[in-house]
């Protein structure tokens, strides 16, 4: 693929899926961007969309500072991989910080 994938892409990607497992109706749900992706194919397709959930999103697209964020770590892991990523979450995730600890 040439270029960006973007959410249209993904929306797409999922809708193939859903073709190809023979699913005619089903209940979206979508976490952070995949947000974006789950109302993306509420748009393209509502009438295979059972139900909705969105989960720690939005409808709107994000503010040009919270964009620019979004691009710094994408080049962050490019540079030194999605553990990047996975340090950063992490510890955000449960309640007792020693829980995801990477090295016990």
Same mark, same amino acid.
């Given at each position: ?9 993904? *929306? ?25 992706? *789950?109302?993306?194919?509420? %748009? ?5 969309? +059972?139900?909705?959930?969105?989960? +720690?999103?939005?409808?709107? @697209?994000?503010? @040009?500072? %919270?964009?620019?964020? %979004? ?10 991989? +999605? ?7 992490? @510890?955000?995730?449960?309640?007792? @910080? ?7």
């Amino acid at each position: 693929m040439d270029g960006a994938y973007t959410i249209a892409d993904m *929306a797409d990607d999922v809708i193939a899926l859903l073709d190809a497992l023979k699913i005619e109706k089903a209940a979206i749900v979508g976490h952070s961007m995949g947000g974006y992706v *789950a109302l993306e194919i509420a %748009r393209k397709v509502p009438g295979r969309v +059972s139900g909705l959930g969105l989960v +720690s999103t939005q409808a709107l @697209p994000d503010a @040009p500072d %919270r964009k620019a964020g %979004r691009y710094a770590t994408a080049e962050q892991v490019g540079a030194q991989g +999605s553990v990047v990523v996975a340090d950063s979450m992490a @510890p955000k995730l449960p309640a007792d @910080p020693a829980v995801c600890s990477r090295y016990p």
